[in-house]
C-alpha cells in the first residue's frame, strides 16, 4: 500500500520534470530566435533564479514565494473538495486591506502580537468574503465560478473604497504603511540580509503542511472530498454536504487572505494602491496548485520554482523582458497538463522492469 | 440624461460579451470548459492590430477593420487548436490548458512588443467609428439609438448571434454538438466522432472569442495593452448566467452591459446620484446586481452532462 502511493507521487514528479523540461527548452528556443548572441547568458540567469546573487537572490526568491505559496494552496484546496476558487485574488485583496488596517489604526497592540493579529484579521475577512460564494453555492445552486469572478471585482472596488477610508495615504494615492504589524524578519534577517523574506515563510509552510494533514489525515477532510467527488452520494453517506461546501470554501479564502496579509504587512514598501486593477497573485494560485495537482506540500515546491524563476527573470532583465519567464511558466504547464501521457509511459517502463524482475 | 449615448455605450460592452460568451457555448456544449477565453481574446487581438496598422492607409477603414476580425478569429482558432489537442486528443485536465493559453498571451504579447518597440503599449489609428449610417440614422428615435456613432462591429456581433442560434438549433452539426456534451458515449454510439465534434467546439469558440477581443478592443480604446481587462472571464460567467442557451446568453450579456453602462455613467443620471452612494460602490454595481439576480434564477441551472470530462473510447 505504502510503496503505491510512492509511486504515484514519483510518476507525479517524473511527469512535472518533463513539463518543466519541455517548459525551458521552449524558452532558450525563443531566447535563441530573439537574440542569438545574449541567449545563453540569459537563460543561464533564468535557470540560476534564486542562486544568481546568494544569499541576497535566494532571499528574494522566498519572499516571492511567499504569497503565491498561499494563493496556491487556497485554490488547491477548493479543486481537493471539488470546486474551482477564481475568486483568491478577491481573498487576498480583502485579507490584504484587513491586515492593513490592524497593523496602522489597532495602535493599542504591542508589534509583537500586532501582525499576529494582522494574519489572523486577514484569515477571517478572506473566509468571509469566500462564503459568499460558498453559501451561494450551497443553498442556492449558484456556480462558484461566476460568483468568485463577480466577487474578485467587487472585492478591488470595495477595498479602494475602504482604504480611502480608513488608511489612505493620499498624495501617493494607496494605502498607509502597517508599521505596527510587520512581520518580523526572524532569523531571515542574518540568513538574507536586504531582503524582504520574513517569518511569513515559516507561517506559509507550516500552513501548507497543516491543509496537507487536514485533507489527507483526517475525517473532515475526508468528507470535504467526498462532497467534491460526489456531492448527493456524500449526502447519501450522511454528510452535512451543503455545510462542507460553504466551510471548503471559507477555508479556501481563509488561505488566499493570509496570502494577502503576508504581501502586505512585509516591510519591503508594498502597498495597496488605489486603481482598478485585480491583483495578479490570486490568479498566479491556479498555475501554482496545478502544477502540484493541488498536493499541498507539492505546492510548496512548485510556489518556489515559480518564484525561482520569476527571480531569475529579475536578473535576466537587463537582456531580455522579464515576460519570457511567464511564456516559459505557460508552456510548462500546458505541457503539465498531458501528465497523463508521460505517466502511462512511465507505467509501461515499471511494468516492463517489473516484468522482469519477476 | 443622453439616452442614444446609453445605448451606444451598453453596445459596446454587451457586444463583445454576447460574441465571447456565444463562442463559450460552443465549446462547452461540446463537453470542453474553456477557461482560456482571455487568452484568446489577448492573442487574437493583438494579431488584429498588427493587421490594422498594416493596412492603415492602404485599405478602406471599414473593409480594412473587417479584415481584422477575420485575421483575429482565424488567429483565435490557431491559438484555442492548442486546447483543443491537449483537451481533446490528449485527454488532459481542460482547466491547465486553458490556463496555460491565459498565461502565454500577455506574457508572449509583453515579450513581443517589449523586444521590438521597448513599450509595451500597441497604438492604433481610431478611424473605424462610423458617426451616421447612410439613410438609417434618419430615421427618428431608432436611427439616434442604434445607427449613430457606431461600429460596424456591433452590426457583425448581431449577425454572428444569428448565425449561432441558426447552427445550434436548426442545423445538424448543433444537434450532434450538443450530444457530445451531453452523452458521449451515446452519441459515439450514433456513429458521432465526439473527438472531432469537441475539436470544433473549441475551434468555434476560438473563432469568435477571437473576434469578440477586437470588436471590444476598437471601439473603447485607442492603444491596446495586453489585456482585455478580465472579459473573458466575464464572458464565462455571462454563459453560465445564460445557462448555456443563446437566449438567455443575450439576456445576460445585455443585461450586464446595461448594468455596466449605468455604473460607468451614472454621474450624469440624477436620480442615482441622489441616493449618495460612493462612487467606488458604484462600479461594483453590475456585479452585485449579477449575483443577485443569479441567486434567485440558478436553482435549476444545468451544465451540460459532459461538460469537463475527457471522453475516452475505451471507458463505459
Known amino acids: 500500500m505504502f510503496k503505491n502511493v510512492n509511486q504515484e507521487a514519483l510518476k507525479t514528479i517524473f511527469a512535472s520534470v518533463v513539463s518543466i523540461l519541455i517548459g525551458l527548452i521552449m524558452g532558450l528556443l525563443i531566447l535563441l530566435v530573439t537574440d542569438p548572441s545574449n541567449a545563453f547568458l540569459g537563460f543561464q540567469r533564468a535557470l540560476l533564479g534564486g542562486f544568481n546573487r546568494l544569499p541576497r537572490s535566494f532571499g528574494e526568491m522566498l519572499y516571492q514565494a511567499t504569497p503565491i505559496l498561499l494563493t496556491g494552496l487556497s485554490v488547491g484546496f477548493a479543486f481537493k473538495t471539488g470546486l474551482f476558487n477564481i475568486g483568491a485574488s478577491g481573498q487576498f485583496i480583502v485579507g490584504g486591506f484587513a491586515a492593513i488596517f490592524i497593523g496602522v489604526r489597532w495602535t493599542f497592540l504591542p508589534p509583537s502580537i500586532a501582525w499576529i493579529v494582522g494574519l489572523l484579521g486577514a484569515m477571517v475577512a478572506g473566509a468571509l468574503w469566500a462564503g459568499i460564494s460558498g453559501a451561494l453555492k450551497a443553498y442556492r445552486n449558484v456556480n462558484e465560478v461566476i460568483t468568485s469572478i463577480m466577487l474578485n471585482y467587487v472585492a478591488v472596488f470595495l477595498v479602494n473604497f475602504l482604504v480611502v477610508a480608513t488608511v489612505f495615504n493620499q498624495t501617493r494615492n494607496e494605502s498607509l504603511s502597517p508599521t505596527n504589524a510587520f512581520i518580523p524578519r526572524g532569523f531571515f534577517n542574518d540568513l538574507f540580509p536586504r531582503t524582504g523574506v520574513h517569518m511569513g515563510y515559516v507561517v506559509a509552510i507550516v500552513v501548507a503542511i497543516i491543509i496537507w494533514i487536514i485533507l489527507e489525515k483526517t475525517t473532515f477532510g475526508f468528507e470535504l472530498r467526498a462532497v467534491g467527488f460526489n456531492r448527493h452520494a456524500a449526502r447519501y453517506a450522511g454528510v452535512n454536504e451543503k455545510r462542507n461546501i460553504v466551510l471548503s470554501m471559507m477555508i479556501a479564502g481563509a488561505l488566499a487572505g493570509l496570502g494577502g496579509a503576508l504581501l502586505y504587512l512585509s516591510a519591503t514598501g508594498v502597498h495597496i494602491e488605489v486603481v482598478d486593477v485585480i491583483p495578479l497573485q490570486g490568479f498566479n494560485g491556479i498555475p501554482v496548485a496545478l502544477l502540484a495537482s493541488s498536493n499541498p506540500i507539492g505546492i510548496i515546491f512548485s510556489s518556489l520554482l515559480l518564484a525561482h524563476l520569476n527571480t531569475g527573470g529579475f536578473y535576466m532583465q537587463t537582456l531580455f523582458p522579464t515576460e519570457i519567464i511567464n511564456i516559459m511558466v505557460s508552456v510548462i504547464i500546458y505541457f503539465s497538463a498531458f501528465a497523463m501521457i508521460t505517466k502511462s509511459i512511465l507505467e509501461k517502463y515499471l511494468k516492463q522492469k517489473g516484468g522482469k524482475n519477476a | ?316
Not at chain 2, 165 to 177: A, D, Q
Not at chain 2, 234 to 241: E, G, M, Q, R, S
Request: with cysteine.
Open chain 2, 1 to 316: 440624461m443622453n439616452l442614444p449615448f446609453l445605448v451606444q455605450q451598453t453596445m459596446f460592452f454587451a457586444i463583445p460579451l454576447m460574441v465571447v460568451a456565444l463562442g463559450g457555448m460552443f465549446s462547452e456544449q461540446s463537453g470542453v470548459i474553456n477557461i482560456g477565453l482571455e487568452g484568446i481574446m489577448i492573442f487574437s487581438t493583438f494579431m488584429g492590430i498588427l493587421v490594422l496598422n498594416i493596412f492603415v492607409g492602404i485599405i478602406p477603414a471599414q473593409f480594412l477593420f473587417i479584415l481584422a476580425l477575420l485575421v483575429a478569429g482565424i488567429a483565435g482558432m490557431i491559438f484555442s487548436s492548442l486546447h483543443a489537442y491537449a483537451s481533446v486528443y490528449q485527454k488532459a485536465n481542460q482547466v491547465i490548458s486553458g490556463t496555460a493559453l491565459n498565461m502565454f498571451a500577455p506574457a508572449f504579447f509583453n515579450f513581443t512588443m517589449r523586444n521590438q518597440t521597448g513599450s509595451n503599449q500597441l497604438y492604433f489609428l481610431n478611424q473605424y467609428r462610423i458617426p451616421k449610417v447612410a439613410i438609417l440614422g434618419d430615421i427618428p428615435v431608432i436611427g439616434p439609438l442604434f445607427f449613430t456613432n457606431t461600429y460596424i462591429s456591433t452590426y457583425i456581433g448581431l449577425v454572428i448571434l444569428a448565425i449561432a442560434v441558426f447552427v445550434f438549433y436548426k442545423t445538424r452539426f448543433g444537434l450532434r454538438l450538443r450530444a457530445c456534451g451531453e452523452h458521449p458515449q451515446a452519441a459515439d454510439a450514433a456513429g458521432i466522432n465526439v473527438y472531432r465534434m469537441r475539436t470544433y467546439g473549441v475551434l468555434i469558440s476560438g473563432l469568435l472569442a477571437g473576434m469578440g477581443g477586437l470588436i471590444l478592443t476598437i471601439p473603447t480604446t485607442t492603444a491596446f495593452g495586453g489585456s482585455v481587462a478580465g472579459y473573458g472571464f466575464l464572458a464565462l460567467a455571462v454563459l453560465i448566467f445564460g445557462q448555456w442557451k443563446p437566449s438567455r446568453i443575450v439576456f445576460a450579456a445585455f443585461f450586464f452591459g446595461t448594468m455596466k453602462t449605468i455604473a460607468a455613467t451614472y454621474t450624469s443620471i440624477p436620480i442615482l446620484v441622489g441616493l449618495g452612494i460612493p462612487g467606488y460602490l458604484f462600479k461594483s454595481v453590475p456585479y452585485l446586481t449579477t449575483i443577485l439576480v443569479l441567486a434567485f434564477t440558478s436553482k435549476k441551472s444545468v451544465a451540460p452532462k459532459a461538460l469537463g470530462e475527457p471522453y475516452d473510447k475505451g471507458k463505459r
